[in-house]
T-cell receptor
């Protein structure tokens, strides 16, 4: 069982470039999330999805778009990268009845925008 | 969701129990207490959660006070690999709302 897999693990972008971060889970979880973590800070929710074909905004959604075309995949897109989006991005997933289970997180994608 | 207060840092000797406090004085009756930890550069890892009763699993024990205004995570025999940032999160379980709100957490350093 791989759990939650994020690709790529590292990326350097130039300002204005676009990219897509991929999150894949093999646990048949209904819910998936994208968080960002800046140095010395806790995680902040960007977007989340409660099921295939559905997405919703979190705390800091501006500058990002997401899609969940398949239950096991959750994509995070940056259309025009800015230096303020330099961060570590974590994907997570959980069962619908999340009160009885914890979240499973991926190992992160370290993105630098220059 | 209720706000939590944790000390910013604490040290612990290897092999000893580590007791991590968390204050959540505004917790409501249906809010759960969750603990996660984040080892350097890795994704957060679920440790344990509880509602009213004390809980124990293979990683830790969770002690929740009777009034539920505070809790303590206990790592019974801390090892160097337990050095991490520990997050106490209080969350109300609502349908279609399973977001976790992470604060700054407690940086725990286990020393040999």
């Amino acid at each position: 069982n791989a759990g939650v897999t994020q690709t790529p693990k590292f990326r350097v972008l130039k300002t204005g470039q676009s990219m897509t971060l991929l999150c894949a889970q093999d646990m048949n979880h209904e819910y998936m999330y994208w968080y960002r973590q800046d140095p010395g800070m806790g995680l902040r929710l960007i977007h989340y999805s409660v099921g295939e074909g559905t997405t919703a905004k979190g705390e800091v959604p501006d500058g990002y778009n997401v899609s969940r075309l398949k239950k096991q995949n959750f994509l995070l897109g940056l259309e025009s990268a800015a230096p303020s989006q330099t961060s570590v991005y974590f994907c997570a997933s959980s069962y619908l009845q999340a009160t009885n289970y914890g979240y499973t997180f991926g190992s992160g994608t370290r993105l630098t925008v220059v | 969701d209720a706000k939590t207060t944790q000390p910013p840092s604490m040290d612990c000797a290897e092999g000893r129990a580590a007791n991590l406090p968390c204050n959540h004085s505004t917790i409501s009756g249906n809010e759960y207490v969750y603990w996660y930890r984040q080892i350097h550069s890795q994704g957060p890892q679920y440790i344990i959660h509880g509602l009213k009763n004390n809980e124990t699993n293979e990683m830790a024990s969770l002690i929740i006070t009777e009034d539920r205004k505070s809790s303590t995570l206990i790592l019974p025999h801390a090892t160097l690999r337990d050095t991490a940032v520990y997050y106490c999160i209080v969350r109300f379980s609502r349908l279609n709302d399973y977001k976790l709100s992470f604060g700054a957490g407690t940086t725990v350093t286990v020393r040999a």
